[in-house]
């Protein structure tokens, strides 16, 4: 009979190919790595989502005519609380409103 932290390990390796499935040696060092793996792209999932976000608001912003470094600039300056999720949702679900926040910005700070 298989001890508990065996069967674990067997059922974490369900779906794998090869002895990495059934053999509990192989199985662990797949589950380990798989589990590095999934750590490491849960990091990686946040930095390609804000990565995503500023090439989203850097585009929609130009259109208007003010690059994405100085619209967040601006903002930082005016202390208006819209973070880059929600900049990049507004400039594609909403781009009037978007519009509006980049004509605001423009009217405080002519300049930039």
Known sequence: MASKKHKKIIKLAKGYRGRANRCYSVAYHRVLKA???????????KREMRKLWIL???????????????????????????????LADMA???????????EVMKSIFPKA
């Open 35 to 45: 589990q590095q793996y999934a750590y490491r792209d849960r990091k990686v999932k």
């Open 56 to 86: 989203r608001v850097n585009a929609a912003s130009r259109m208007y005519g003010v690059p994405y470094s100085n619209l967040i600039n601006m903002m930082a300056n005016s202390r208006v609380q819209l973070d880059r999720k929600v």
């Open 92 to 102: 594609i679900t909403e781009p009037l409103s978007f519009r509006s926040v980049v």
